[in-house]
Every structure is written in C-alpha cells, then in structure tokens.
C-alpha cells in the first residue's frame, strides 16, 4: 500500500469464533541502524496511514513499527465482523507478538509504545498487565479513550444496561455511532487534508455493537481503579471537546470525538509518573491537527521521548510516588479528580 522504505508482517493469531484471524505489523526503519524504536497502535474505525508521524521518528533516528490489530485495517478480513472485540485483553497476542519481533528478531533495546484512542487504552491495560516482563520503556498516550462522551447520568446508566446487553448479545449494534464531523475535519474529500482508505476509516465509522462497547467499559472501569504502569507516560491531548452533530468550523479545532476533561481527569490513575500536555486547536487524533499544532505535539513528543528515553531504557522504582507534570496550556481542575501526591512546577 505505502510502497518503500515500509514493510509489512504479517502475525498468525490463530482463529476465533469467526474463523481465521491475524495482525499486520508495519516496519519503516531509521535512516542508520539504530536500538530505539516505536511500536504505534491506531484507534477505533481506523489503521495506520499517519506515514508522516513515521517520518519524524525515523529522523530522529527511531524505527517506526505500527500495529493494525485483529479485524481493523490490513488485518480485516473477509469473513470478519469489523474493530469487533469481546474484552480488550484480546489483542495482547498480537502486541506480544510484535514486541517479541521488535526486541528479539530486530534488536532493539529500547521500545517506545504510542497509542491512539482506543489504542492508548488498550497499550495502557496490556503495559500494565506486562509490567514486570519489560516489554516498553515508555508509553506515549493521544487522545485515550478513558470514558464515554456523554454527561454521567448516561454515561453509568447506560455502562450497566450495555454490559447485561453484551453478554446476551454481543453483535447487537446499538443505535447511535460516531457521525460524520470528525472524519469531516480529516478526509481530503471534504474539509481535511488527508487522504486515507475509506473502506477501513468510513467518516460515520462502522456500527458500534454491545460486545464491544461493554468490553470499553470495562477495561475503562479497570483503568479507573487505577494501573501500575512502570514506565514514564505521556498523556497528550487538545484543550477542548466538539459535541455538534453538524459541521462547524470549531470542529477542526477541538476533540470531535471525546471528552478531554475525561483524559486528564483520569491520567493519575496509570502509574506513578505521568505528564499531561494539552494543545490549543488539536483534533482527537493530534498528529491530524493542523500544521501549526501538529509541529506543536512533535516537538513536545520528541523533548519527552529525548529526556525520559534518549539514553536508553528507563524504569520507575517502585517507592517513587505518583507525578502528574502541569500541562502545557493548565490542567482544570475538577471535583471528581484524584489528587496527585506530586506535582511539580514546570
């Protein structure tokens, strides 16, 4: 699809209830060979076409792999039910996999993870359930998927109506989705600048179904219990949310898809050291922002995969109190917000 310096892998993931199932693993190595690398998983309705955020790692003298999990992108298959999933520990085969081939087939001492939405909630679980394997010295988080966009009395009423719902009835699709503003302010085709396959990203994204939303809901209950992430993490987000359903202009300047009240609300809960860094004008997917802002997130990534991974892995003792780094633009406060034990001035 992407043609050189890319490479693709295929995993063999075995099968599930609907038959056969695999990853795809992308490879786009640094000019010189290099220990470090970056290991990027996409979020829901999407895959890996963001070839320019390959490009700044691969300049900074990283190799850029990027993960499309079981039933999304180049790993959807014919027979498969699209991004579906009944728990979300259900992709840690595939993310084993690809740490394994990382480290021990390609050599690198030094494995930077990156998750998008519902991948920076699903590297969150698994970075914690492997904390004492040493699989990521680091975790990049953009724009998680922590909690449902929606006021908390239907938010909790509805996690519960979901979760009876999905057992009973996993494929059930459930009658509201994601509409089309976002991929609005995306697709080249209509009011973005990208241009992405939109069979596997469709702008209304594909039917949201009770499994799946109840497999999010739990995972997300799990992380607000709180994680022992063991590494360094950086949480990145916009400075405000879109909640239309029609286009309008401030659209292409905010989250159209989540609460960004909710990532920072939660990001202590992941381990005991976190910075938050908010940017003024990203969309849900910051490295889609536009260009000013898009430079904004790069540089902050790369002064924070510098300081805490320059010189090779970095693990946290396990005395070392929780940190919460101020953001770049001020983080609100809110009342339902756990208190950091640290919180140092920048």
């Not at 109840?214 to 022992?228: E, N, P, S, V, Y």
């Not at 300047?253 to 989540?258: C, G, I, K, W």
């Not at 790369?302 to 946290?316: D, I, N, S, V, Y």
């Given at each position: 699809?992407?043609?050189?310096?890319?490479?693709?892998?295929?995993?063999?993931?075995?099968?599930?209830?609907?038959?056969?199932?695999?990853?795809?693993?992308?490879?786009?190595?640094?000019?010189?060979?290099?220990?470090?690398?970056?290991?990027?998983?996409?979020?829901?309705?999407?895959?890996?076409?963001?070839?320019?955020?390959?490009?700044?790692?691969?300049?900074?003298?990283?190799?850029?792999?990027?993960?499309?999990?079981?039933k999304y992108g180049r790993s959807l298959l014919p027979h498969q039910t699209p991004n579906f999933c009944r728990d979300l520990s259900d992709y840690f085969p595939e993310l084993d996999a690809a740490t394994k081939i990382i480290r021990d087939e390609?050599?690198?001492?030094?494995?930077?993870?990156?998750?998008?939405?519902?991948?920076?909630?699903?590297?969150?679980?698994?970075?914690?359930?492997?904390?004492?394997?040493?699989?990521?010295?680091?975790?990049?988080?953009?724009?998680?998927?922590?909690?449902?966009?929606?006021?908390?009395?239907?938010?909790?009423?509805?996690?519960?109506?979901?979760?009876?719902?999905?057992?009973?009835?996993?494929?059930?699709?459930?009658?509201?989705?994601?509409?089309?503003?976002?991929?609005?302010?995306?697709?080249?085709?209509?009011?973005?600048?990208?241009?992405?396959?939109?069979?596997?990203?469709?702008?209304?994204?594909?039917?949201?179904?009770?499994?799946?939303?109840?497999?999010?809901?739990?995972?997300?209950?799990?992380?607000?219990?709180?994680?022992?992430?063991?590494?360094?993490?950086?949480?990145?987000?916009?400075?405000?949310?879109?909640?239309?359903?029609?286009?309008?202009?401030?659209?292409?300047?905010?989250?159209?898809?989540?609460?960004?009240?909710?990532?920072?609300?939660?990001?202590?809960?992941?381990?005991?050291?976190?910075?938050?860094?908010?940017?003024?004008?990203?969309?849900?997917?910051?490295?889609?922002?536009?260009?000013?802002?898009?430079?904004?997130?790069?540089?902050?990534?790369?002064?924070?995969?510098?300081?805490?991974?320059?010189?090779?892995?970095?693990?946290?003792?396990?005395?070392?109190?929780?940190?919460?780094?101020?953001?770049?633009?001020?983080?609100?406060?809110?009342?339902?917000?756990?208190?950091?034990?640290?919180?140092?001035?920048?």
């Amino acid at each position: 699809m992407l043609g050189p310096p890319y490479e693709r892998q295929t995993i063999d993931l075995g099968t599930d209830d609907e038959g056969p199932v695999v990853a795809t693993l992308v490879r786009r190595r640094a000019e010189r060979p290099t220990g470090r690398a970056v290991l990027y998983v996409h979020g829901f309705v999407d895959y890996f076409f963001q070839t320019h955020l390959a490009d700044f790692y691969a300049e900074r003298g990283w190799d850029f792999y990027a993960l499309d999990l079981r039933k999304y992108g180049r790993s959807l298959l014919p027979h498969q039910t699209p991004n579906f999933c009944r728990d979300l520990s259900d992709y840690f085969p595939e993310l084993d996999a690809a740490t394994k081939i990382i480290r021990d087939e390609d050599g690198h001492d030094t494995l930077l993870a990156m998750g998008h939405s519902t991948g920076g909630l699903i590297i969150s679980l698994w970075a914690h359930a492997r904390r004492d394997a040493g699989g990521v010295d680091g975790l990049v988080l953009n724009s998680p998927f922590f909690d449902i966009n929606a006021p908390w009395l239907i938010r909790r009423p509805l996690a519960a109506a979901v979760s009876r719902l999905g057992r009973r009835a996993p494929h059930r699709i459930l009658p509201f989705g994601l509409g089309t503003v976002y991929g609005e302010s995306l697709h080249a085709d209509h009011r973005g600048e990208w241009t992405y396959d939109l069979a596997w990203k469709p702008l209304a994204g594909f039917p949201v179904r009770a499994g799946w939303l109840a497999a999010i809901r739990t995972a997300q209950r799990q992380l607000r219990a709180g994680l022992d992430i063991p590494v360094p993490v950086l949480l990145a987000c916009s400075t405000r949310s879109f909640r239309g359903t029609r286009w309008h202009d401030s659209a292409a300047l905010a989250d159209a898809v989540l609460d960004v009240e909710h990532m920072v609300r939660w990001a202590p809960r992941l381990g005991r050291h976190v910075t938050v860094a908010r940017f003024d004008g990203g969309k849900h997917d910051l490295v889609l922002s536009g260009p000013a802002v898009r430079e904004q997130v790069f540089t902050e990534v790369g002064r924070w995969a510098e300081a805490f991974l320059g010189a090779g892995p970095t693990r946290l003792a396990a005395a070392e109190p929780t940190e919460v780094q101020a953001p770049v633009t001020g983080t609100p406060t809110d009342s339902e917000s756990p208190t950091p034990t640290a919180l140092p001035t920048t």
